[in-house]
C-alpha cells in the first residue's frame, strides 16, 4: 500500500513503524518522553525482537502495548512497562457494545412507532410515585417529544413522601392522580417501572392490553404490551432510559440527567446491593451531564426556621448510649426528620441515629445506622409491632406509630415519654439479634 493511503488510514497520533523493525527504524520515529508503542502480533519472536529494539533505541521505559489473541505472559519478555491485550476480543468487546446501542436505539424507534399518532399518553407510575418511576416517566416524554398535556405522568395515588415531594419540586415534574375511569381518556397507555398486575391480583381491562411497557421488576403474566422491554437484572428502570438515551443520541439536559441519577442512585441504594455493571456505566455518563446544585436541593430539603430550632432543643437533650443517638424533636415538619436523622449518624460513637417527631395525629421516625449493624428496616419492623407501620432497607428505616397507640401502650406521649421509650424498643431491637444469633453480625460485616 502507498504510503500516503497508508497514513490516512491511521488514526490521528499514530505513526507506523518505516521499514523493518530495526533500532535505526524505532530511531526514525524520533519517540519522545510520552510516547508509547503498541505491535500487533501472534509471533513470539517478532514480540521479543521488537521489545529490544525499542528498550535499545527510545527513552528509557517507553511503554509499550503488545496486541495479541495466541501469546500468553510467558510469550512476552520482561519488561517494566508492557502490557498483553487481545486484538480481536478488544475489537470484539467495541462492537458488542455497538449492538447493544443498536438494540436500545431500535425499542426507542419501536416505541415512537407505536405511540405516535396516539393523541393523548398516559405514562403511568406506580401508586405513591418513587424517584426511578418519576424519572422514567420524564425520560420517556422527552424521548415522546411531548409535553404535560400530551403524555401526563399519572399515578393511581399522591406521591407522599417528603423526599420524592421534593424530586418533583425541585425537577418541576408534576404527578397526576387519576383513577381507572380517567384513563378512558388516554388513548395510549405507557408503563414505566411498573407492570399492570400491581394494579390487581385481576388486571384492570384498561390495563391488559397497553401501548409500553419498560420495566426492571420481575415478569408478570396477565396482560399484553406492543412494546414491552423487562430487564430484571438493572438495578433500575433509569439506568435502561438512559440507555435509550444514550443509543439514540438524545442530549441530555443537567435536569434529566438528575432526574435519572437520582433515579439510579435511590433504587440501588447508592450502587449497592443488586447494582448490575449497566447501572455503574449509565450512573457514570449521568454523572458527567447531571447537576450537583439541583441533586443537594432534592436530597438536602431546605429546613425550615422551626425545624432547625426543635433540632436545637433536641440536641441539648441528646446523648449517644449504647451506640444510639436519639433524637426527639416535638411536632416538626415531616422532611425534616430524615435530615435530622442523617445528620445525627456523624455524632462521635453513634452506630444508630434515630430521629423522631410528631406529625399529625402520628409519631414518625427515621433511622440511619453505619451499616455493619443489624438491617434498618427489621429493627424498625421490630419495634413498631403491633403499633404502627414501618420498614426500609439496611442502612435507613422509617416508622410511623399513630400517637393514639403509643399513648395506649406507654401511657403518654410527651417528649420525656417518647424518648424513654424509643431508647427502651431500638437497644432491645438491635440487642436482640445479636444475642439471638451472634454469628449474624460477622456475616454482615463479611
Ligand atoms: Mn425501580
Known sequence: ?????????????????????????????????????????????????????????????????????????????????????????????????????????????????????????????????????????????????????????????????????????????DVRKVSLADLEEFDGVALVDVQPTVFGDVVPARLRRIEVVVDHHPERSGYDALVKDIRTSYGATSTIFTEYMRASGFELHAKLATALLYGIKTDTQLLGRETSARDIDAFAYLHGNHSPALLRRIERPALPQEGLRALGRALARSSVEDGVHLLVLGRVREDVIPQ??????????????????????????????????RAAGEVVREVVEGLGVGGGHRSMAKGIIPLRAFRKTYGGARTEKIRAALRAAFVAAIRREEILRPEARKEDSA
Not at 456523624?346 to 451499616?371: H, K, M, T, Y
Open 1 to 173: 500500500m502507498p504510503l500516503d493511503d497508508e497514513s490516512r488510514a491511521r488514526p490521528a497520533g499514530f505513526r507506523a513503524l518505516p521499514g523493518g523493525l530495526a533500532a535505526e527504524a524505532i530511531e526514525k520515529l524520533n519517540a519522545k518522553e510520552g510516547d508509547g508503542f503498541a505491535f500487533v502480533s501472534e509471533d513470539p519472536s517478532f514480540v521479543r525482537a521488537a521489545v529490544a529494539a525499542v528498550s535499545s533505541a527510545a527513552p528509557a521505559d517507553s511503554p509499550i502495548l503488545v496486541l495479541s489473541d495466541r501469546l500468553g505472559a510467558d510469550d512476552v519478555p520482561e519488561h517494566p512497562c508492557l502490557r498483553l491485550t487481545g486484538l480481536r476480543t478488544l475489537i470484539r468487546d467495541d462492537v458488542d457494545a455497538e449492538f447493544e446501542h443498536l438494540h436500545n436505539l431500535q425499542t426507542v424507534v419501536a416505541v415512537r412507532d407505536v405511540l405516535e399518532g396516539r393523541q393523548r399518553i398516559a405514562i403511568l407510575l406506580q401508586p405513591d410515585p418513587d424517584p426511578d418511576g418519576i424519572a422514567c416517566g420524564y425520560a420517556l416524554r422527552a424521548l415522546l417529544g411531548r409535553n404535560r398535556t400530551t403524555a401526563p405522568l399519572v399515578a393511581f395515588g399522591d406521591v407522599t413522601r417528603p423526599e420524592n415531594r421534593a424530586m418533583i419540586g425541585a425537577l418541576g415534574i
Open 340 to 373: 435530622v436523622a442523617d445528620l445525627a449518624l456523624q455524632a462521635e460513637g453513634a452506630e444508630w441515629a434515630v430521629a423522631a417527631g410528631i406529625v399529625g395525629r402520628d409519631l414518625v421516625f427515621s433511622v440511619r445506622n453505619v451499616g455493619h449493624v
